[in-house]
Structure formats: C-alpha cells, structure tokens
C-alpha cells in the first residue's frame, strides 16, 4: 500500500491523542452505495491510527461478497476481480472491536457514513460496534468555517474542506480510494488545529476525558 504521510508532522493530532489517552482511528470507507440501500457492503477500508508517538497507516480491499455496481467501480475504480482474493468483513472484526471500545474514531462525514455502515456490517455478522467516542471533522470543519465567513450552510465536501485551509495533497494517490482519502482527513484534521487550536474542541476533550 502506499503511504501518505511518511514525513508529515501531525503534531496536533499527536497531542490531541496524548491529552485523550487514547488512539485517534481516521477510518474512510469505500463502498457498493449508501448505507441505507440493501446491498450495501464494504469495499475498502482505509485506517490511520494515531497516538502520542506513533502514526500507521494502513489499507485493505474487502470482499464484498457481491457484485460492484458499474458506476461504484466508475467512481472509484475499484472492480470485481480486484477485490478477489481479499479478506470478508468479518477479518477486520478485532480491528473494528478495539476501535470501538479503546479508540476516539475519526473521518469525515464518518458519523452518519463511515460508523454506520460499520456498525451495519457487524450486525450482518453478529458483531457489535457502539463507537461512543468519535470526532467527525466535517461537523468541525463546518462549524469553524461557518463562523468564520458568518455564512451558515451544512453542505461542504472533503474537496471543499481542503481548498478552505489549504491542505497540500500528496503527489501519489488518488480520490475515492479509502488509503488517499483517510490521509488527506488527517491533513485536514492537522491543518485545522493549526489554524484554530485544540481549544475549539475543548468541550469534547473535557467530556472524551472524563469517559
């Protein structure tokens, strides 16, 4: 797999997991559709974990045990035989497990996609994920850059995001492939609390450190 922040400085994050006693766990997602469609399943998993002293990334295509749609492989790139060969979701159990109960996870627009379309595969699979502590850094970024140009709008993408603080993108790599995506969040993340501070969250630190 490739790797997207070998010599980035994600020192916020760093500290933010530092001051939290936990793991920061960006995941993103790719998948055949939305979470509330019927056949909806995992494709990709795309996971940065983050604490005081280290950052890993890592990467996998998922069997989906299903056909892609055209327009998912059009989108993302991703098709059938790709994914032949590939771990079924019920690999990643212990890894979605830990994530729930001893990390902080992390994404964009994770709250409403990426956690409940994990939360849905487990049930498919007899497993349950309750992801109590998340931070979804679309939530934040809207918040901040609603207050800052006193326009109030809840639509705002990834891209979006990006362009509004600057976030310089790695040269390899491409969208819509969960690897890429998860790194340019933490960038995201990173570039967000140098601008603002780790103050802006102080009411979720206060309550993530009192669980």
Request: aromatic fraction near 10%; charged fraction near 25%.
């Amino acid at each position: 797999m490739d790797k997207y922040l070998v010599g980035e400085n994600l020192h916020n994050l760093q500290k933010l997991s530092d001051i939290l006693d936990m793991p920061l766990t960006f995941v993103d997602l790719e998948a055949t559709g939305l979470v509330h469609e019927k056949m909806f399943a995992i494709i990709e998993i795309g996971a940065i974990k983050i604490t005081r002293n280290s950052v890993v990334e890592s990467s996998s295509l998922v069997d989906p045990e299903m056909k892609i749609p055209p327009l998912i492989t059009d989108i993302t790139g991703i098709n059938d035989n790709m994914v032949k060969g590939f771990p079924k979701f019920p690999y990643f159990n212990k890894f979605f497990t830990t994530t729930s109960n001893e990390d902080v996870l992390c994404g964009y627009n994770s709250k409403s996609f990426d956690a409940t379309g994990i939360k849905r595969m487990g049930k498919k699979y007899k497993s349950e994920y309750t992801f109590e502590n998340q931070l979804d850094f679309r939530h934040i970024f809207l918040k901040q850059r609603n207050s800052l140009t006193g326009v109030s709008s809840q639509k705002g993408s990834l891209v979006e995001a990006c362009n509004f603080y600057n976030v310089k993108m790695p040269t390899v790599g491409t969208a819509h492939r969960a690897g890429f995506d998860i790194a340019i969040t933490a960038l995201l993340a990173e570039k967000i609390f140098e601008h603002h501070g780790l103050s802006i969250l102080q009411r979720e630190i206060d309550q993530l450190a009192n669980e």
